[in-house]
């Protein structure tokens, strides 16, 4: 994996209060937990935690790379990849990363000394989320854990959510489209305003694709790859709640403006 290791065991917490422990890329921090946490970069932040591998391992673990961040974010199941996928579909996250800190409980806590959340994911609105990762199945073992991290970014000013798995067809279609998120795919400036304006208004896939095709003179396939690269880094739109088809209907929801990564260069459309 090419993610960088982090500590294998965490510190004990001699304090009254609740503590945060995080490798940044300019040093350690070791801050009391409080609304000062603000300021640290945490969707920057190194794992602070080592990522455990060994002959047998049951968990699917490995690097997701985020069209959002531009870089690799690193998983340790399936679940947790699939948390990766709809975040870096997520236009409202600018950031996110993988065992971000550790909440070091205050001394005597009973059920642990300590918790290292899954994900910190950077809002658009500055604002931070702590995630965690959790099979539906395995919910209630770690309600106890659980409530003290939730207790915590709310001492912190963070939203926090438990991640537990995506619906389908919803997670199907997610699926495919994440093929698609790579610069490969897509389409110079003046073929995405031909994509845009193929789309309006709203028709089928199908329609939209021929309509395009057309008009650049390109080869459908070609056309549809770019299609769905918009789909996915949300300047075309589509019900994600309804099985992916030629038959489905699109339609812009974003402002083009320029450069690769469309996830980062739109802005919404005035209304």
Not at 61 to 87: C, D, K, N, Q
Not at 134 to 154: I, M, N, W, Y
Not at 243 to 267: E, K, M, N, R
Request: proline letters at 5%; a negative charge; aromatic letters at 10%.
């Amino acid at each position: 994996m090419e993610v960088a290791g982090g500590l294998r065991s965490m510190p004990s917490n001699m304090a009254d209060e609740g503590r945060l422990l995080a490798c940044l890329v300019d040093g350690m921090a070791n801050a009391p937990v409080s609304t000062a946490l603000a300021s640290l970069a945490l969707e920057s932040a190194l794992p602070v935690r080592a990522f455990f591998s060994w002959p047998g391992k049951r968990n699917y673990e490995g690097v997701w790379w985020s069209s959002t961040t531009r870089s690799h974010v690193g998983f340790e199941s399936l679940l947790e990849r699939e948390f990766l996928m709809s975040a870096d579909y997520d236009r409202d996250l600018v950031g996110v990363a993988s065992q971000p800190f550790a909440f070091l409980w205050p001394r005597g806590t009973e059920g642990g000394r300590w918790h290292v959340p899954d994900f910190f994911v950077r809002l658009r609105d500055g604002g931070g989320r702590v995630v965690d990762v959790k099979h539906p199945d395995r919910v209630g073992s770690a309600e106890r854990q659980f409530g003290l991290t939730r207790e915590a970014c709310e001492a912190a000013g963070w939203e926090y959510e438990l991640f537990t798995g995506l619906g389908e067809p919803r997670g199907s279609n997610l699926r495919w489209l994440a093929g698609y998120r790579q610069d490969r795919f897509a389409p110079d400036d003046t073929a995405a305003a031909v994509l845009v304006d193929s789309f309006v208004p709203e028709s089928s896939l199908s329609s939209g694709v021929r309509r395009a095709a057309r008009t650049l003179r390109v080869d459908d396939g070609i056309v549809r790859a770019h299609v769905l690269h918009l789909l996915f880094s949300g300047v075309l739109a589509v019900d994600l709640d309804r099985p992916l088809s030629q038959d489905s209907v699109v339609s812009p929801c974003q402002a083009l403006t320029v450069g690769p990564a469309w996830g980062a260069g739109v802005s919404e459309v005035a209304s």
